[in-house]
């Protein structure tokens, strides 16, 4: 590891060239410094404190970052995408990736609007109301981070890692999350109006209260999935696998729900007026006191749901399997 550099020594590179790049800044209180398009690529930051300084455009590709203090930090449009070195031996070649490690690091308030963090590991860090309007994310390790009240609208978090992460209170409204893992995720109360989520895996997430209005769930993975009181009002949920999720409450006014597996989920109260359930499976589901007014059942499986006093006015129901239903409550009379 290369000697580290000691404040004068750096105050005197970012005057001449801006280029600290492969240097050792660890551990180093680098407060004062404007590095405003600064060179510091797979630089050694770690535990540095950065607090409140000017990182705007600079280059951080494949820097190790693990534990810096970065609070209030501007990194509008910085580079923290991954370093590629190639060695060629005999006749191969091998590409050697150094993703920027942000480990644990604290970027509470940071503005990272339209940074690339492109398979960043930001594990465990903390983005508390940190701006990440736009920023790229995609594939990046974000397991256990803390998001509460980030503003990610916009942003790219395809295929990132988002287990276990604090995610409420945020703003994702627009943001890509497909093929996503955000397993065991807290989103109570986050906007995600419009965002696209399909195939993403929120196996036991915390979604309630969320906005979802107009967000793209097709084929996601939703299984015991809290999602009670969530607006999910012209979702797209088509073949998303909601087995055992609880959707009390929820607003599903006009949703897209057709050949959707809501085996033993819980509905009730949930508003699914004009929704489609075309070929969905809601055998054992709850359904009590759900209204289902213009709904379109056609070729839904409803067997041993429970319709108790579920409002079916209007509802589509040709070529429904309703064997078990509450023979008290059965819908046909209503169709």
Known sequence: MPERLTPDQVRLI??????LSHKNLARMDLRALDLTGTHLSEANLSEANLTGVELGKARLRGANLTKANLSRANLTGADLSPDYHFEVGGDHETTYEFAA??????????NLTKCDLTRANLSGANLARASLVGTDLAGANLTAANLHEANLSGAILRRARLC?????????SEANLGEADVRGTNLNYS?????DLTEANLGGANLSQADLR???LGKANLRDANLTRADLSGANLAYADLRGTNLGNANLRGANLDHAYLTAASLAEADLSNASLIGANLSRASLVDAD?????????????????QANLRGTSLAETNIDGADPLHDPRHLS
């Open 14 to 19: 970012v005057k001449r060239d801006k280029d």
């Open 191 to 195: 906007c995600l109006s419009q965002a």
């Open 292 to 308: 289902l007014g213009q709904a379109n059942l056609q070729g839904a499986n409803l067997t041993q749901a429970d319709l108790t």
């Open 164 to 172: 276990s992460a604090n995610i409420a209170c945020a703003n994702l």
């Open 214 to 216: 107009g967000a793209n």
């Open 101 to 110: 490690n942000l480990d644990e690091a604290n970027l509470s308030e940071a």
